[in-house]
């Protein structure tokens, strides 16, 4: 009678799984409340302290850690010494560990980590070729259609589930060693424990002959993980990389905003006192660019946008929520992606790869208190000039750099980024806005080296310029914009964006 043990924190399905296996003729092992559930329900079980003839002690922290449990799981019942040794002790063989762990990751804590649990899903998976691993609740309905259907789980998917199981001990422990790192809150990690698991396949990466797929680090959500497509194609590896760059900008605004984004950089943006009017100014900022665009909004989705946006080729559409009828319009369009997704959460550091490793930074914070900006000009801001400059600067954090944001009216109405020198950056800026630029305002994510970028926006009808400051020739800038009569703030914070 082939035996299986079956001991789990999470006894979700687990008197079902106990009862099918003592239907097919398995002889269960078990301890502790997972033997008592079973028992409970009338389901024939042996406790382990009968197999190892020792109690549990050290309050339950001992307990499966004997080389009754161990050799059954770990014996190669191929291998005429290991069979010789069993003999000798008594062990007869474990062909099924059922073992999921201790919830770690809920409530950090020293008891909370799981020893005997990872010991014995170890030494079930290192002998896959005679004993089948079982960690997951998800996986109970396969395991019994495997047994009765083959007599016991076939190789090839004890294997996979080996190797899932090692995955899984492997994350955990990175959960308890990262908390477990005491490190100065004043320096980033000196290691970086990182457990990723694939959550969706992408339809290709960045061209269609590359392969993409998006993972989420294992014990950490994200509005990724939450998000619901209504319809279009599957994402692609761009299209997610856009829809979060348009994601994450739209929700640093309050009012109602739609961010418009190409190849990860902004093309339009506008808040408004309606989610209508913003999205009419922000397509109108580059509607050339904006053609097969990302749009992001942070208010529900009416069928007045729908019917707007259905205008217009667009590749993802997010937000927060549709109206019903929104959702019929939009559905209208086979390849809109339609995501609605929750508000993003600012992550702690950011990560991004190199060859044999990976660069790691904290999180660009934008400073919105606009009290602490500085003004070197001799003309002063009004109320609506320095909402223009919020809405500018903060665009301007999102575009790659070099970069320039004109603003106006609360939209973003000029953006030139990815220059190699910022006065091209700002002369593409102003050929975007047009005529529009003369009162708006401009935003520059690095400061200005020489005069010629602040004369160059003077020309154009440019009425306030906001710089992070720190130029060894910043006195060339403020006496351009004293010359010109033009509003200069210093914000003393650079946001370069590679």
């Known amino acids: 009678m082939p035996r299986a043990l079956l001991s789990v924190y999470d006894k979700t399905g687990v008197v079902e799984l106990a ?12 301890s502790g409340g997972t033997a008592k559930v079973i028992a409970d329900a009338g389901i024939p079980v042996v406790d382990v302290a009968e197999i190892t003839g020792f109690p549990a002690i050290l309050g339950h922290r001992v307990v499966t850690l004997h080389p009754a449990i161990h050799g059954a799981l770990l014996a190669d019942t191929n291998n005429p010494e290991h069979l010789a040794d069993m003999a000798t002790h008594g062990i007869e063989p474990i062909a099924l560990a059922v073992v999921n762990l201790y919830p770690f990751s809920s409530q950090p804590s020293i008891e909370l980590i799981d020893v005997g649990g990872p010991a014995m899903v170890r030494a079930a998976a290192k002998n896959f070729e005679h004993v089948a691993v079982i960690t997951n609740p998800s996986q109970y309905t396969s395991l019994v259609a495997q047994i009765s259907e083959h007599g016991e789980v076939p190789l090839t998917q004890r294997k996979q589930l080996a190797a899932q199981a090692f995955a899984m001990t492997a994350a955990y422990d990175i959960q308890v060693a990262q908390w477990m790192l005491e490190n100065d809150e004043h320096a980033l990690p000196e290691t970086l424990l990182l457990h990723l698991v694939r959550e969706e396949s992408l339809r290709y990466g960045e061209n269609p002959h590359q392969r993409g797929a998006r993972y989420r680090v294992l014990g950490q959500r994200s509005w990724w993980s939450s998000t619901t497509q209504h319809g279009g194609k599957e994402m692609s590896y761009l299209n997610v990389l856009d829809a979060e760059a348009a994601w994450n900008l739209v929700w640093r605004f309050e009012r109602p905003c739609v961010v418009i984004v190409k190849h990860a950089i902004p093309c339009g943006l506008a808040i408004a006192d309606t989610i209508e009017e913003a999205y009419r100014n922000a397509l109108a900022c580059d509607p050339t660019s904006a053609f097969g ?17 259905g205008a217009v080729f667009t590749e993802v559409l997010v937000a927060p929520q549709y109206e019903p009828q929104a959702l019929k319009t939009l559905q209208q369009k086979k390849n809109l992606r339609i995501l609605e997704g929750s508000r993003p959460t600012m992550q702690a550091h950011h990560i991004r790869s190199v060859q044999g490793g990976a660069l790691l930074q904290d999180h660009d914070d934008i400073v919105h208190d606009v009290a602490s900006w500085r003004v070197m000009s001799k003309a002063q801001p009004s109320p ?3 909402e223009d400059a919020l809405v500018a600067w903060t665009t301007c954090a999102a575009v790659t750099s070099n970069a320039i944001v004109i603003a106006k009216d609360g939209c973003a109405i000029g953006i030139g980024g990815g220059q190699q020198n910022r006065i091209d950056a700002a002369r593409l800026a102003c050929q975007r806005a047009g005529d529009n630029a003369r009162g708006g305002v401009a935003a520059s994510d690095a400061f200005f080296p020489f005069r010629d970028g602040p004369d160059l926006l003077a020309e154009h009808g440019i009425a306030v310029i906001v710089q992070p400051g720190g130029s060894q020739r910043d006195d060339e800038s403020i006496a351009s914009a004293d010359e010109h009569g033009i509003v200069l703030l210093f914000t003393d914070k650079r946001h370069f964006k590679h």
């Open 384 to 386: 609506q000039q320095l």
């Open 19 to 30: 009862s099918s296996l003592h239907g097919l003729g398995w002889e269960l092992l078990s």
């Open 293 to 309: 665009g990302i749009v992001a909004i942070n208010r529900c989705v009416t069928d007045d946008v729908a019917q707007q946006l």
